[in-house]
C-alpha cells in the first residue's frame, strides 16, 4: 500500500502551510520529508493521518480516497516525536490498544503483542509502565504500539528528536533493521536532521516555505542537487556565485573547470562544492585564499578559508601540521566533484 | 523556598504565623474549645463537658449529618456528571461559542446564592414542576450552585490534556466514544476527584440558598449549627460545627487519596 498526495493545499486561518503538494510514496518504501521548521513537512504527515483536513487536492491510501475520512478508520501506524504513551496503561496494555479498539480475539492480541514487543526489543518491559522507562525504551513501546495494528503505512514524526545523540544513531539502526524485517510497511518519514533522512530513506523529499522543493533518491540529492536549497539543507555545501564561460567557469578571476550543460555561456550560475571534496594545496581548479577560522574535529578539520569575499568550507582528514589563523592557503577540487546550479532554479 | 539565608527563612515564618494564626487557626480554635464549654467569661473557657457532643451526634443533630451528607454526594456527584459533560462538549466547540458556554455556567457562582435559592424555589413550586417541600429542591438548589466549580477545573483540565493521546489513540484505530472512555476521561481522572472534592466542600457548607428552601423533613447541618446560634445555644452550635467540619475533612480526606493514586504523571 502506498500514499499518495494529490496537489494537498492545507491552510490554517488562510494562511498557507501546505502548498499543493504533490508525492507518492510507493508500498514499501521509505520516503523521508525533510526541511527546517514550519517547512510543512508535518502538516503532510498530518493530513494522512487525517488530523488536519486538506482545504484542496485529495490523500490516497493504496489508490483510496481517504481524504474525508476520519483518523480511526484510515489504517495506519503513527510514531510521534514526545512517544504519546498512555501514562494510565502499562507497556503492554498500550501495545494492545489499538487491537482492543479493533475488537480483535483475546488470543490473537495476546500474540501480537508479545510479537511487537519482541520484535521492539521490549518484551522484558511488558508489565513495566511508561513513566518507569527512558526515553528510547518509551519510543520502542511506542513504534511497538504502532506496529501492533499491523498497519501497511507507518507514520513517523521526528521520532528521534527527543533523543540524545548516541540513542538516535542506535535507534537509526533499529529502525533500518524494522524496515527491512516489515518489507511490505510504506514509511513516511518527517525528521529536520539530514543524517536520518540520508541513512533510512529510499527517497527524500525536501520541503520549504510549504512547499516540495527537491524529491529524489539520497545519492542523487547529495551527488546533483537541483537548486541551493537542496545542495545547503541535504549535506552542506559551499554556494558560490560563478559566470559561467566556455568549457568552466570564472570566480574571483579564477577559471575553474567544471560541466557546464545545459546553461548558457555569459550566465550567472552557482557553483555547488561539498566541503569533503576539497583538498588543500596545488591542483587542478585552485582557490587562494585566508583561512578564517580553523575546527579541529576529531578526525577532520575545517578550514573556513576566505577567497575574494566568500568562505569556502573545506573538510580535511586531521591535518599534521595544520595552517594558522590568517595564513594564506590554495584550496582545489576534482572538475567533476562540483555541480553547477542554474541561477534561478529554486529560491535561493 | 525562594530565601536561602537562615534568618530571613525564620522572618518569613513568623510573618506567616502572625497573618495565619489570627486569621485562620485562631477562630477554627475557638469553636473547638466552645464546644466543650459552658461557659465563657474569663480568658479561656470554662465548665468543661462533653455533653454537646452527645447532642451533637444522636437525634436531630445525626440526622441532620445525614441529610448533609446525602444532600453534599449527590449534588457533587450530579454536578459532576453535568459539569465534565459540558466542559467535554464545549472543548469541541468553536472559541466564541465555547465562551458563552463557560459564562453560563459561571452564572450561578456570580449571582448571589440567596437569589440562587429563591428563584429555584420561585421557578419548582407550581406544577408540572412542583419540587418544593420534597428534599429533591434543595439538592437541585446545590448541584446549581456547584455545577460552576465542576465545569470550571475539568475544563481547565481538559484544554492542558495533551492531544497527542487522543491522536495516537485515534490513529490507532479508536472510535471517538472509546477514546473518551479510555484515554481521556482516565487522564482527567485527578481533575475529576479533586472537583468533586470541592463540590462536595462547597455543598456541605451551603447556608443561605438552603435556607429558604429546606423541607421539615430535610434540615442539613448548617441550617441546625444558624439556629442553634440564633437561639443562643453557641456552645451546643460550636460542637455540631466541629462534626460539620471533621465529617466535611475527613471526606475530602478520602477523596484526596483517591486522586493520588489516580494520578499517572
Known sequence: ?348 | MLVHSRRAKWAVWAVFLVLFLPLFALPLLVVLGASFATHWSGVLPSGLTTGHYRAATRGEALQALTTSLVTAVTASLLALATGTWAALAGAALKKRHRRLLDALFVLPVAVPSVVVGLSVLVAFSKPPMLLNGTRWIVILAHTVLVTAFAHQSVSAAITRLDPAYEQAAASLGARPAYVLWRVRLPLLLPSLTAAAGLCFALSMGELSATMMLYPPDWTPLPVLIYAATDRGALFAGSAIAVVLMAATLLVLFAVSRVRTRASYR
Open chain 1, 1 to 348: 500500500m502506498g500514499i499518495r498526495f494529490d496537489s494537498v493545499t492545507v491552510a490554517y486561518d488562510g494562511n498557507v502551510v501546505l502548498d499543493s503538494l504533490d508525492l507518492t510514496v510507493e508500498p514499501g518504501e521509505v520516503m523521508a520529508l525533510l526541511g527546517p521548521s514550519g517547512s510543512g513537512k508535518t502538516t503532510a504527515l498530518r493530513a494522512v493521518a487525517g488530523f488536519v483536513r486538506p482545504a484542496s487536492g485529495r490523500v490516497f491510501l493504496a489508490e483510496k480516497d481517504v481524504t474525508d475520512l476520519p483518523p480511526h478508520r484510515r489504517g495506519i501506524g503513527m510514531v510521534v516525536q514526545q512517544y504519546a504513551l498512555f501514562p494510565h496503561l502499562r507497556v503492554d496494555e498500550n501495545v494492545a490498544f489499538g487491537l482492543k479498539a479493533r475488537k480483535a480475539p483475546k488470543g490473537e492480541i495476546r500474540g501480537r503483542v508479545a510479537e511487537a514487543l519482541e520484535m521492539t526489543g521490549m518484551a522484558a518491559y511488558a508489565r513495566r509502565f511508561p513513566r518507569e522507562l527512558s526515553g528510547g525504551q518509551q519510543q520502542r513501546v511506542a513504534i511497538a504500539r504502532a506496529l501492533a495494528i499491523r498497519p501497511e503505512v507507518l507514520l513517523l514524526d521526528e521520532p528521534l528528536s527527543a533523543l540524545d545523540a548516541r540513542l538516535r544513531s542506535g535507534m537509526l539502526t533499529e529502525l533500518a533493521r524494522l524496515h527491512r524485517e516489515l518489507p511490505g510497511v510504506s514509511m513516511l518519514y518527517v525528521t529536520h536532521d539530514q543524517v536520518e533522512a540520508l541513512t533510512l530513506a529510499d527517497r527524500i523529499a525536501v520541503m520549504d516555505k510549504a512547499r516540495l522543493q527537491a524529491c529524489g533518491t539520497p545519492r542523487e540529492l547529495y551527488r546533483s542537487p537541483a537548486d541551493e536549497f537542496t545542495a545547503s539543507f541535504v549535506g552542506g555545501a559551499n554556494l558560490v556565485p560563478v559566470t559561467v564561460g566556455a568549457g568552466g567557469v570564472s570566480f574571483a578571476g579564477t577559471e575553474l573547470k567544471v560541466a557546464t550543460e545545459g546553461v548558457a555561456v555569459g550566465a550567472r550560475a552557482t557553483l555547488c562544492v561539498r566541503p569533503h571534496v576539497v583538498g588543500l594545496g596545488q591542483g587542478p581548479n585552485q582557490l587562494v585564499g585566508v583561512v578564517r577560522e580553523i575546527q579541529w574535529r576529531g578526525a577532520t578539520h575545517r578550514l573556513y578559508v576566505e577567497v575574494d569575499g566568500h568562505t569556502v568550507m573545506a573538510d580535511l582528514r586531521e591535518l599534521k601540521d595544520p595552517p594558522a589563523h590568517g595564513d594564506l592557503v590554495s584550496l582545489h577540487f576534482a572538475p567533476d566533484d562540483a555541480v553547477l546550479l542554474a541561477a534561478g532554479a529554486g529560491h535561493g
